[in-house]
């Protein structure tokens, strides 16, 4: 594995921690600050938020720019606006700092992985980007437990400056251990999917004419919103229909992010084979996931095989998206930023659709089988991305 693989793991890490630890401290910030829950909530959608305006804006911005040159601008972004959280004097300044490390979010994941495949042999590309991604999803596992225990300990501004540390060494890694140069370094987005990376902005927009962009950005937004609008009222599913105490939610989501973890490293390697096949099965087995998940959430041992099996299906997917759509896009910086702006559609669809249905009075069985249509139609549109894809394949092997 090469050592620029661990640097981007490492940045990922950091960007998942900074992400997921605040949902543990947000009664001591709020308490801090003298502002109310929904305040304090509001650091968490003001992040999401700017995760989606930055994987598209930033990534647009610096097309042009070496990619390792904008990878570590990116994380001292990130380092700059943990720091800012972690001296905040008050809630508008700590507002700042999150919308300031989340910019850097979306563009490094899409940036990243671009990189990251780069690093690697053309077969081995979707495992590559599973193992910057392994940071994402291991910070999934331990960034609301971390959170807790350093604020419980230490107080609240020590978690931001343990994160600003982890951010300083992910930006060291990546100026010593990632290549230099910018897209033409990128032999691994050559081949079938069309020619090296397009810079300029024009030549990226232009890659948003394939309709195999469009099915795969559409395919990723119903896959996570089918994940995440389950995930969102997850702990009321546990609590008020499996009858688990309010105290099990905390393992129980380390068994999901346990789950994620196996997923994105399983995911990575089957898309190195036969990609949309791979794609298929994982938005197939969360669909069915979820389903079965609705009909025996009353089952504490049920609950717990299929939490897992949730975080499995639902991350599996991540890194052959990204490849797929990047493929098809040539490439292009702009379409990997889409990706996670899309991933960050369907997390808020879910989230909403979910809601819905719950305020509809359903139940807390009804975001399952929310996300269960959702998944299955994410299905639906991979096969038909998956079947007009193969004239192509076959011309291409002629």
């Given at each position: 594995?090469?050592?620029?693989?661990?640097?981007?793991?490492?940045?990922?890490?950091?960007?998942?921690?900074?992400?997921f630890l605040i949902a543990g401290?947000?009664?001591?910030?709020?308490?801090?600050?003298?502002?109310?829950?929904?305040?304090?909530?509001?650091?968490?959608?003001?992040?999401?938020?700017?995760?989606?305006?930055?994987?598209?804006?930033?990534?647009?911005?610096?097309?042009?720019?070496?990619?390792?040159?904008?990878?570590?601008?990116?994380?001292a972004l990130f380092v700059i606006g943990n720091l800012l959280s972690a001296v905040a004097p008050d809630y508008p300044?700590?507002?700042?700092?999150?919308?300031?490390?989340?910019?850097?979010?979306?563009?490094?994941?899409?940036?990243?992985?671009?990189?990251?495949?780069?690093?690697?042999?053309?077969?081995?590309?979707?495992?590559?980007?599973?193992?910057?991604?392994?940071?994402?999803?291991?910070?999934?596992?331990?960034?609301?437990?971390?959170?807790?225990?350093?604020?419980?300990?230490?107080?609240?501004?020590?978690?931001?400056?343990?994160?600003?540390?982890?951010?300083?060494?992910?930006?060291?890694?990546?100026?010593?251990?990632?290549?230099g140069g910018g897209a033409k370094q990128d032999p691994a987005v050559t081949g079938r999917a069309g020619p090296?990376?397009?810079?300029?902005?024009?030549?990226?927009?232009?890659?948003?004419?394939?309709?195999?962009?469009?099915?795969?950005?559409?395919?990723?937004?119903?896959?996570?919103?089918?994940?995440?609008?389950a995930f969102s009222y997850i702990a009321y599913t546990f609590t008020e229909v499996g009858g688990f105490a309010s105290a099990d939610v905390a393992w129980l989501l380390m068994v999901y992010g346990v789950g994620l973890v196996v997923g994105n490293l399983v995911g990575g390697r089957a898309a190195d084979g036969d990609r949309d096949r791979a794609l298929v099965i994982a938005l197939l087995g969360l669909s069915v996931t979820l389903a079965v998940?609705?009909?025996?959430?009353?089952?504490?041992?049920?609950?717990?095989?299929?939490?897992f099996a949730m975080g499995v299906f639902g991350f599996?997917?991540?890194?052959?998206?990204?490849t797929r759509v990047t493929d098809f896009a040539h490439g292009a910086p702009l379409a990997a930023g889409a990706n996670v702006s899309a991933s960050n559609v369907g997390n808020a669809l879910g989230a909403w659709l979910g809601g819905l249905a719950i305020t509809a009075g359903l139940g807390y069985r009804a975001p399952l089988y929310v996300g269960a249509v959702l998944a299955l139609t994410a299905v639906i549109v991979m096969a038909v991305a998956a079947q007009l894809a193969r004239p192509c394949a076959v011309q291409a092997d002629r």
């Amino acid at each position: 594995m090469p050592a620029g693989l661990v640097a981007l793991a490492l940045g990922g890490f950091g960007i998942g921690l900074t992400e997921f630890l605040i949902a543990g401290l947000l009664p001591q910030v709020a308490s801090s600050f003298a502002v109310s829950e929904a305040a304090a909530g509001r650091l968490i959608s003001g992040y999401a938020m700017s995760v989606a305006i930055g994987a598209i804006v930033l990534t647009a911005a610096t097309a042009r720019l070496p990619r390792k040159q904008v990878l570590v601008g990116l994380v001292a972004l990130f380092v700059i606006g943990n720091l800012l959280s972690a001296v905040a004097p008050d809630y508008p300044v700590m507002m700042l700092g999150r919308i300031i490390a989340a910019l850097c979010h979306g563009s490094f994941f899409g940036i990243g992985s671009l990189v990251a495949r780069s690093l690697v042999a053309p077969e081995r590309k979707s495992r590559a980007v599973a193992v910057m991604f392994a940071g994402l999803t291991l910070a999934n596992v331990l960034g609301v437990p971390f959170g807790a225990l350093v604020g419980e300990r230490w107080g609240w501004r020590a978690a931001f400056w343990a994160v600003t540390v982890i951010g300083v060494l992910a930006l060291a890694g990546i100026a010593a251990l990632v290549p230099g140069g910018g897209a033409k370094q990128d032999p691994a987005v050559t081949g079938r999917a069309g020619p090296r990376a397009p810079g300029g902005l024009r030549a990226q927009v232009r890659a948003f004419r394939s309709w195999q962009v469009w099915l795969t950005l559409t395919a990723t937004a119903l896959g996570y919103g089918g994940m995440f609008g389950a995930f969102s009222y997850i702990a009321y599913t546990f609590t008020e229909v499996g009858g688990f105490a309010s105290a099990d939610v905390a393992w129980l989501l380390m068994v999901y992010g346990v789950g994620l973890v196996v997923g994105n490293l399983v995911g990575g390697r089957a898309a190195d084979g036969d990609r949309d096949r791979a794609l298929v099965i994982a938005l197939l087995g969360l669909s069915v996931t979820l389903a079965v998940f609705g009909l025996l959430a009353g089952s504490g041992i049920a609950s717990v095989i299929l939490v897992f099996a949730m975080g499995v299906f639902g991350f599996a997917g991540v890194p052959g998206m990204i490849t797929r759509v990047t493929d098809f896009a040539h490439g292009a910086p702009l379409a990997a930023g889409a990706n996670v702006s899309a991933s960050n559609v369907g997390n808020a669809l879910g989230a909403w659709l979910g809601g819905l249905a719950i305020t509809a009075g359903l139940g807390y069985r009804a975001p399952l089988y929310v996300g269960a249509v959702l998944a299955l139609t994410a299905v639906i549109v991979m096969a038909v991305a998956a079947q007009l894809a193969r004239p192509c394949a076959v011309q291409a092997d002629r």
